[in-house]
C-alpha cells in the first residue's frame, strides 16, 4: 500500500515515536511510507536515517492561528493531491483535524485517525473549551473511516458521541527492544560524581502540566529529607522555568537535577532505580512501555491508559494524580524495598514485552487499514 502518515509537530513526545516506529516497520514490511509533518525537529532527522524524506509544513504548530492553519491546510491539499496514497493516517488533534478534511475534499479512500489522548482532558482547559475542543474531535472522528484509540480508556471518552461507535478501534502502542548505556555511565552522565548508593529517581518526560512534574516536586521536598536520593528530570516544555524556579523557591535544587537535551534520553533509563509519572492525564505512554523494557520499577498516577499496562503493586505501583500524600508514600515503600524494586522491574519487564510489542501494533494496524 501506498501509505501516508502525518503529525502536528515533529519534536520526539510519544506520538512522534509511534510514527516513526510505525513509518519505519512498514517500510521494512514493503509498503511505500511517506511522512507529513509540521516545523522542525529531532523527527524529520530520524526518519531520514530511516531514508523516509518527509514533507514539512513550516507554519504548522500545536496552537490555532488561523492565517498559518490555512496555509497548512492548502499545502496539505497539495501533497495529497500530488501523492495520492491508499490510506492517509493522521496523528495528533491539529493534524488530525485538518487532515481529515483534507483528506475528504481529495477523496482519499481511507483515512484513518490515531489518538494519542484528547485534548478535552487538559487540566488548564475550561469547561467551555472542553467541549468545543471535544465536538471538533467528534467531528475528526466522524470525517475519518477508522479511529484508533491507543488505550481502552481514550475509547470510553468519545464512544458515546453519536454515530461514531462503529469506527473507533483500540490499538495499545508497541516497542521494541533498544540499546542500554552502560549504568555507571548513564548514572555519571545524568548527575556526575553520583555515590552507586545513591537511589537516583528519574523520569523522562516532555515538561507541559498535563504531566504533573509540579506535584512531583512538591512531594519530593517532603519525600527527600533525611535519604540519600535524588531526583532527575529529563525533558523539554513551556513548563521547565517553572519547575526550576519552583524547585529553587522550595530549595530542594541540591537533590533535584534538570538535564539538558539528551540524544536517544531512553538509553539512560539504565541509571535510574525508580521511574516516575505522575501525570495528570495520559494515553498510553511510550515512556513506561520504555521503563518497562529497561526493567525499571514505575510509579505512575492511575489515568488513561496507564492502568492497562501497570498491575498495582505488581508491576508498579498506582497512584491518585495530584495525590501528593499518594505519592510520596509509594516513593517510601520503593526506597525501603531495593528487593522489591527488582521484583517489580522484572514483572513489568515480562508484562511490557509479552503485551505491548511493536509487531503486534503494527500487525493490527494493517487490520485496521484493510477495514477502513
Known amino acids: 500500500m501506498k501509505i501516508l502518515l502525518g503529525i502536528t509537530k515533529s519534536n520526539l513526545g510519544g506520538a512522534q515515536r509511534y510514527v516513526l516506529d510505525l513509518a519505519t516497520e512498514l517500510k521494512k514490511a514493503g509498503h511505500d511510507v511517506d511522512v507529513v509533518c509540521g516545523g522542525s525537529g529531532v523527527l524529520i532527522d530520524k526518519l531520514k536515517h530511516e531514508k523516509i524524506f518527509p514533507h514539512v509544513l513550516p507554519n504548522m504548530g500545536r496552537e490555532v492561528s488561523l492565517k498559518d492553519d490555512l496555509k497548512s491546510f492548502f499545502s496539505l491539499l497539495k501533497i495529497l493531491l500530488k501523492n495520492r496514497p491508499d490510506v492517509f493516517h493522521i496523528n495528533s488533534s491539529k493534524l488530525g483535524g485538518i487532515g481529515s478534511v483534507a483528506g475528504r475534499i481529495t477523496r482519499i479512500k481511507k483515512i484513518v485517525f490515531t489518538s494519542h489522548g484528547w485534548e478535552f482532558n487538559g487540566p488548564e482547559r475550561s469547561s467551555y473549551e472542553k467541549k468545543l475542543i471535544k465536538f471538533f474531535v467528534w467531528l475528526t472522528i466522524l470525517f475519518s473511516h477508522q479511529t484508533i484509540c491507543v488505550s481502552e480508556r481514550l475509547k470510553k471518552d468519545v464512544e458515546h458521541l453519536p454515530w461514531i461507535k462503529d469506527k473507533l478501534v483500540v490499538i495499545h502502542n508497541g516497542i521494541k527492544q533498544f540499546d542500554l548505556h552502560p549504568q555507571e555511565m548513564a548514572r555519571e552522565k545524568l548527575i556526575p560524581k553520583i555515590s552507586p548508593n545513591t537511589m537516583l529517581v528519574g523520569t523522562l518526560s516532555e515538561l507541559h502540566k498535563v504531566k504533573g512534574l509540579d506535584v512531583l516536586l512538591r512531594t519530593w521536598k517532603k519525600f527527600v529529607e533525611g535519604k540519600n536520593a535524588k531526583l532527575v528530570i529529563t525533558g523539554s516544555g513551556e513548563e521547565r522555568v517553572n519547575l526550576h524556579n519552583l524547585a529553587s523557591n522550595m530549595a530542594i535544587l541540591e537533590s533535584v537535577y534538570f538535564t539538558d537535551h539528551l540524544d536517544n ?108
Request: charged letters at 30%; glycine letters at 6%.
Open 265 to 372: 534520553a531512553r538509553a539512560y533509563l539504565s541509571g535510574f532505580d525508580v521511574f516516575v509519572m505522575p501525570s495528570r492525564s495520559e494515553g498510553l505512554p511510550y515512556a513506561i512501555l520504555e521503563a518497562g523494557i529497561s526493567e525499571k520499577p514505575v510509579i505512575a498516577s492511575k489515568v488513561g491508559g496507564i492502568i492497562e499496562i501497570i498491575d498495582d503493586k505488581k508491576t508498579g505501583i498506582l497512584v491518585e494524580p495530584e495525590n501528593e500524600q499518594e505519592l510520596q508514600e509509594a516513593l517510601t515503600v520503593i526506597y525501603d524495598n531495593p528487593v522489591d524494586r527488582n521484583i517489580l522491574g522484572k514483572a513489568l519487564k515480562e508484562t511490557v514485552e509479552n503485551k505491548f510489542s511493536i509487531k503486534n501494533m503494527v500487525d493490527r494496524t494493517l487490520k485496521t487499514y484493510e477495514q477502513a
